[in-house]
Nanobody, 123 residues
Framework: QVQLVESGGGSTEAGGSLRLSCAPS????????MGWFRQAPGKEREGVAR????????YYADSVKGRFAIFKDKLKNALYLQMNSLRPEDTAMYYC?????????????????WGQGTQVTVS
């Protein structure tokens, strides 16, 4: 059973901040790609922020650039998504995902391992 566990979601007003966490596991410590994706009601799941752990390359959706930051705590082996200046359109279920073998890191199709998600609601 894949152990990707998200936390940190909740409700906040527009302009607020939240930090999502993906708990330490063998996947957060050894994966070549890690990412945060989200799915709003009635919409397809989309990539929010992805990181190629080897190169350190980071990819953000245009809608979150300058507001969100993905980073990994190497000591704790946890993955985070810092979300600032939140907007109502950021409301969604947020998922942590991982890819263990080398390969592309951009598309959700590149990620075989997923958490159960954490809800973010911005009003």
């Amino acid at each position: 059973q894949v152990q990707l566990v998200e936390s940190g979601g909740g409700s906040t007003e527009a302009g607020g901040s939240l930090r999502l966490s993906c708990a330490p596991s063998e996947y957060t410590s050894s994966s070549k790609c890690m990412g945060w994706f989200r799915q709003a009601p009635g919409k397809e799941r989309e990539g929010v922020a992805r990181i190629a752990t080897g190169s350190g390359n980071i990819y953000y959706a245009d809608s979150v650039k300058g507001r969100f930051a993905i980073f990994k705590d190497k000591l704790k082996n946890a993955l985070y998504l810092q979300m600032n200046s939140l907007r109502p359109e950021d409301t969604a279920m947020y998922y942590c995902a991982a890819r263990r073998d080398p390969g592309p890191c951009l598309s959700q199709r590149d990620y075989p391992y997923w958490g159960q998600g954490t809800q973010v609601t911005v009003s």
